[in-house]
């Protein structure tokens, strides 16, 4: 799996960092999506499809390999 963000379409809502704080945090200033792993481990993959699935604004995008 790998995982991006594009920070320019996020709106901040949080559901990411919530879902999976392993992976995704959020800027102090903005509350703009931070990608902490590209890369997760296979434990994470459920939740971080769960994440991006939840993203509002669309700004997750996650690649199965």
Not at 26 to 43: A, S, Y
Request: proline letters at 6%; glycine letters at 8%; aromatic letters at 2%.
């Amino acid at each position: 799996m790998k995982v991006s963000v594009d920070q320019d379409i996020c709106c901040g809502a949080g559901q990411c960092a919530l879902l999976a704080p392993e992976v995704f945090d959020q800027r102090d200033e903005d509350g703009v999506v931070v990608l902490l792993d590209p890369d997760p481990g296979e434990e994470s993959h459920a939740v971080t499809r769960e994440a991006a699935d939840s993203c509002p604004s669309g700004a997750i995008v996650v690649a199965e390999n």
